[in-house]
C-alpha cells in the first residue's frame, strides 16, 4: 500500500506559477511512475498531465508541455509539479498518482489538490 498527499494548490492569475507537491508514504520502494493527473469537473475524465520513472521516461499532455515540469526526488518519496505560465483551462482538481512495479495501471491515489487560475 501507498498512501499519497497532495499540498501546493491555490489561486492564481493567468500567467501566474504555481508547484505541486506529493508526499508518498507506506511502500515507496515498490513505485515505478509517479503522475500528476487532472480533472476539471466532476463527471469529466480525469488526464494524464505529466508522468515519470523517476529521471528518465517521461511524458507530457501536449497541452502542459513547455509550462508544467515533473520531478521526484531520488527515494520517489515526493513528486513535485512545477506550473508556469497557468492559463484559465488548466482549472481542475490536480491528483497524484503511482504506478506500483508489475503493474501497467496506476493503483494509488491521493485526494487532489485545487488549483483555479483567473482569468
Known amino acids: 500500500q501507498v498512501q499519497l498527499v497532495e499540498s501546493g494548490g491555490g489561486l492564481v492569475q493567468t500567467g501566474g506559477s504555481l508547484t505541486l507537491s506529493c508526499a508518498a508514504s507506506?511502500?515507496?520502494?515498490?513505485?515505478?511512475?509517479m503522475g500528476w493527473f487532472r480533472q476539471a469537473a466532476p463527471g469529466r475524465q480525469r488526464e494524464m498531465v505529466a508522468?515519470?520513472?523517476?529521471?528518465?521516461?517521461?511524458i507530457y499532455a501536449d497541452s502542459v508541455k513547455g509550462r508544467f515540469t515533473i520531478s521526484t526526488d531520488n527515494a520517489k518519496s515526493t513528486a513535485y509539479l512545477q506550473m508556469t505560465s497557468l492559463k484559465p483551462e488548466d482549472t481542475a482538481l490536480y491528483y497524484c498518482?503511482?504506478?506500483?512495479?508489475?503493474?501497467?495501471?496506476?493503483?494509488?491515489w491521493g485526494r487532489g489538490t485545487q488549483v483555479t487560475v483567473s482569468p
Open positions: 508522468t515519470t520513472r523517476g529521471s528518465d521516461r517521461i
Open positions: 507506506g511502500h515507496i520502494g515498490s513505485i515505478e511512475y
Open positions: 498518482g503511482v504506478r506500483p512495479y508489475g503493474t501497467l495501471d496506476y493503483m494509488y
